[in-house]
Nanobody, 125 residues
Framework: QVQLVESGGGLVQAGGSLRLSCAAS????????MGWFRQAPGKEREFVAGVNRSGGSTSYADSVKGRFTISRDNAKNTVYLEMNSQKPEDTAVYYC??????????????????WGQGTQVTVSS
C-alpha cells in the first residue's frame, strides 16, 4: 500500500501561482511513477502531468504545457506540481497518483494504483 497526501491547494487570482505537494508513505517511493490529475465539477477526471520513477522524464496535458511543471524528490518521497500563469479553467480538485504497472509513466488514470484524497485549487478571474 502507498498512502498519498496532497497539500498546497487554495485560492489564487488569474495569472498567479501555486505549488502543490504530494507526500508518499508506505512503500519505496522510487518504485512508482507519479501523476497529477484534476477534476472540475461536472467533468471527468483528466490527466495533468506525469513523471517517471527517476524524475528524468515528464509528460503534460496540452492545456497546461508551458505553465505547469511536475517534479519529484525521491529522497523526500514527494512529488510537486508547480502551477504558473493560472487560468480560471484550472479550477478543480487536484489529485496525485502513484502507479507501478507501466515501464515509464502513464497518462491514463487506469494505469495508476494509488490516489490521494485531493486538494482544491480555485482560480478567480
Amino acid at each position: 500500500q502507498v498512502q498519498l497526501v496532497e497539500s498546497g491547494g487554495g485560492l489564487v487570482q488569474a495569472g498567479g501561482s501555486l505549488r502543490l505537494s504530494c507526500a508518499a508513505s508506505g512503500r519505496t517511493f522510487s518504485n512508482y511513477y507519479m501523476g497529477w490529475f484534476r477534476q472540475a465539477p461536472g467533468k471527468e477526471r483528466e490527466f495533468v502531468a506525469g513523471v517517471n520513477r527517476s524524475g528524468g522524464s515528464t509528460s503534460y496535458a496540452d492545456s497546461v504545457k508551458g505553465r505547469f511543471t511536475i517534479s519529484r524528490d525521491n529522497a523526500k518521497n514527494t512529488v510537486y506540481l508547480e502551477m504558473n500563469s493560472q487560468k480560471p479553467e484550472d479550477t478543480a480538485v487536484y489529485y496525485c497518483a502513484a502507479g507501478w504497472r507501466s515501464l515509464g509513466m502513464a497518462r491514463s488514470a487506469r494505469e495508476y494504483d494509488y490516489w490521494g484524497q485531493g486538494t482544491q485549487v480555485t482560480v478567480s478571474s
